[in-house]
């Protein structure tokens, strides 16, 4: 069958999103042939170019343009002049434009500059350098475009998502019927433009991937074109919008859009659809909803069907995206969000489902939480091999909700014994399983950032959360992975139920600290939300709040409105605080600045927290131990020994000499990954004199 992958506008442009590759790895697996498109890319390049500002300038009412954008409107001529090579910059196609970008006199500077002068930022990229700087200053340019598009053309317009704010927990379908149902405005047209020029006209299946709420109104969109342009094509909706939000779909309209929305993993309810489609009509559906008869109907997981087990999926695919075309744009002034813009990376998971699957504010009750199926180091590093020699990339990204701390350290060691030199960063939990010895290996292998969940560094809030992990569990953790070098973010949350202001003030006091010691790069809060599939909301008298009385309707059914009952309820001007000291806080800014002087008066009490907390901590042994016997690990390079003197590279690169018998050489190159037997570092028993071990420590002689 002929079948067309599809990242529906709008997605991440940095790179595509990890379902496309994963789902045409195993479809052409299965023999079919599948184009893998990414409109969301298409779509930004043909609005960002010299053609479409001026289409989209061209149809704008001046009367239509507010005072605040004003001059970007005015500047439309130099805008559509130097577009092209703004993308080709962003791109990476033309880096030495990043020196008259950052000298400020190339790009137009519109609102979104005078809420931060370049003047006031500059000077914080100067570690960075002038193209870090231009990467910011093009987001800026980007952003004031979009505002004034969002203005004049499209409400439903945004440099990430398309009407994010219109399909973001939508009980009923009315509202989204009814947008669907006028004529496309210029920027859908222009998707409609790529969607024509890239899905081939004699397609079988066009495969619609939904991660979020600003995927929904895009696919649809396209769905809606292909209905009439591509009319033997059979439309399939799926991704993580579908799998959260409409597990209680019911209203028959979404399907003059699709055909099918399939939940949670795709591999087996496109498996079965194909199998419908080439005449296999006794072939059950399986987690698949579709329209008969007028009415929705849904078939639950086939009976008889085996999805694939994870570690037998073959490696993402991604023949056919073109990876140089992806854009590089930073929009925050973090090491996080630097990483993330720096040229597209490969979306890995090394585990499907989470190993912890405890919090209660999590969907754990869902199979993309709940399933926990891991793959082994080697099938990992395999898939990586793979997506290297497909792609000529070394970056990788691992999508997990929280990447398993034993095997992401098999995984370096395995990686290790390859001789390979990638680069890695994803998600974990902050688990006392990450040691100070853990971290480095993990950094020799390739990492070189994580992001994990905090939620609120508080010892009253966490155990409520179930998050298994301590203020001082984590801090410790930090400085492990501070001193093996590997950056690290935090996801917080405000508001969680229980949550008390002075839980608040406290946890944001500690933040402070972290973040003085550097062991805490940056951060990010999120407002508490409360989900259908979280324990929270399955049991609610617990948390002391009340669920309100379901608006559900048909459509979506996912973030639920609740009261608090027992307690503070959460506070808007509170949140915005503190996204505003962490931000400062991850830009190296106010972290001496009275910590009340971000809130409004009466807002938060004075924090309780002693102000030495975290390097008290800090101060303290690490809190992991090694079960079972130790391995012993050597991160530099292989030893050379003559005449007595023994030399090598150390785990930083440094060259050590010093007179040395022979044996301790020989000692040393046994735990070189080059020289591992059956796979694995030597045993420290192997060694009948260990006394040199200690020796060595400093130098990178790890013990795992």
Same mark, same amino acid.
């Given at each position: 069958?002929?079948i ?13 999103y ?58 439309r001529e ?50 960075w ?6 990467r ?9 475009l979009v ?7 499209s ?9 994010e ?5 939508l ?7 009814? #947008?669907?149902a006028?004529?496309p ?7 409609l ?20 709420p ?13 209905a009439?342009?591509?009319p ?36 087996l ?12 009509h ?38 056919g ?34 190993y ?21 180091a080697? #099938? ?34 395995e ?19 990450f ?35 301590t203020?001082p ?7 492990a ?17 229980g #949550?008390?202001?002075q ?20 951060g ?32 979506a ?29 991850a ?14 008066p ?36 292989m ?15 440094e ?21 591992? #037997? ?9 060694f ?17």
């Amino acid at each position: 069958m002929k079948i067309a992958m599809v990242i529906p506008p709008i997605s991440d442009l940095n790179t595509p999103y990890a379902s496309a590759p994963r789902l045409t790895g195993w479809l052409r697996k299965l023999g079919h042939q599948v184009d893998q498109i990414d409109l969301s890319l298409e779509h930004f390049l043909r609005v960002f170019s010299r053609n479409g500002l001026e289409r989209l300038f061209a149809a704008i009412n001046p009367r239509h343009v507010s005072l605040d954008l004003e001059d970007v409107y005015l500047h439309r001529e130099r805008y559509i002049r130097i577009i092209d090579d703004v993308v080709a910059f962003a791109q990476g196609r033309d880096l030495g434009l990043a020196h008259r970008i950052a000298r400020g006199d190339f790009l137009p500077e519109g609102p979104r500059f005078r809420s931060e002068p370049v003047g006031t930022y500059r000077g914080a990229f100067g570690e960075w350098g002038k193209g870090d700087l231009a990467r910011h200053m093009v987001a800026f340019m980007f952003t004031d475009l979009v505002s004034l598009f969002n203005v004049t053309i499209s409400p439903h317009f945004n440099l990430t998502n398309y009407g994010e704010k219109l399909t973001e927990s939508l009980p009923a379908y009315d509202l989204l019927a009814d #947008e669907l149902a006028r004529p496309p405005n210029l920027i859908e047209q222009m998707m409609l433009e790529v969607a024509d020029e890239r899905i081939a006209s004699d397609v079988d299946l066009v495969c619609l991937t939904c991660p979020f709420p600003g995927n929904l109104m895009g696919a649809l969109v396209v769905g809606n074109w292909l209905a009439t342009h591509r009319p033997n094509a059979r439309r399939a909706l799926g991704g993580g919008f579908p799998s959260t939000e409409l597990r209680d779909l019911s209203d028959p309209r979404l399907f003059d859009s699709v055909d099918y929305v399939s939940l949670d993993d795709g591999e087996l309810p496109l498996q079965q659809i194909l199998a419908r489609m080439q005449g296999n009509h006794e072939a059950p559906l399986s987690k698949t909803f579709e329209r008969a008869h007028g009415k929705v109907v849904f078939h639950p997981a086939a009976a008889g069907c085996e999805a694939p087990r994870f570690g037998d999926l073959p490696a993402p695919d991604y023949g056919g995206l073109a990876m140089q075309r992806y854009v590089s744009l930073l929009y925050r002034r973090n090491h996080v969000s630097r990483l993330q813009s720096e040229g597209p990376s490969l979306k890995i998971t090394a585990a499907h489902g989470c190993y912890w699957k405890k919090c209660t504010f999590c969907d754990i009750t869902l199979p993309y939480i709940g399933d926990f199926d891991p793959m082994s180091a080697r #099938e990992l590093a395999d898939q990586m091999d793979a997506m290297h020699a497909q792609t000529g990339l070394f970056g990788f990204h691992f999508t997990d909700e929280a990447a398993p701390p034993s095997l992401m350290v098999s995984l370096s060691l395995e990686l290790l014994r390859r001789g390979r030199s990638y680069r890695f960063w994803g998600n974990i939990r902050y688990d006392s399983y990450f040691t100070p010895d853990r971290c480095r290996l993990l950094a020799a292998g390739g990492m070189v950032a994580v992001t994990g969940g905090i939620e609120v560094a508080s010892d009253e809030v966490l155990p409520k959360i179930a998050k298994g992990i301590t203020v001082p569990q984590v801090i410790k953790v930090l400085q492990a992975f501070k001193q093996a070098r590997i950056l690290t973010h935090a996801y917080l949350m405000y508001g969680f139920p229980g #949550e008390t202001r002075q839980d608040t003030i406290n946890s944001l006091e500690i933040l402070r600290q972290m973040a003085a010691a550097d062991i805490l790069q940056s951060g990010y809060f999120h407002f508490f939300s409360l989900t259908a599939h979280a324990p929270v909301a399955k049991k609610p008298e617990l948390y002391g709040i009340r669920i309100k009385d379901s608006k559900f309707k048909g459509f979506a059914n996912y973030t639920l409105e609740y009261e608090t009952v027992v307690g503070e309820p959460p506070s808007s001007t509170v949140y915005n605080a503190l996204q505003a000291a962490i931000e400062a806080y991850a830009r190296g800014e106010d972290l001496e600045r009275d910590i009340l002087s971000w809130f409004k008066p009466g807002d938060v009490p004075r924090p309780t927290m002693a102000a030495d907390l975290v390097a008290r901590v800090m101060s303290e042994p690490h809190p992991g131990a090694l079960k079972g016997e130790p391995r012993l690990c050597w991160l530099g390079g292989m030893p050379q020994w003559s005449r007595g003197l023994l030399s090598v590279g150390t785990e930083y690169g440094e060259i050590h000499s010093q007179q040395a018998p022979k044996g301790l050489s020989e000692q040393l190159a046994r735990c070189h990954p080059s020289q591992w #037997e059956q796979g694995l570092p030597p045993k420290l028993s192997t060694f009948e004199d260990a006394t040199w071990v200690d020796a060595f420590r400093p130098r990178g002689l790890i013990l795992i």
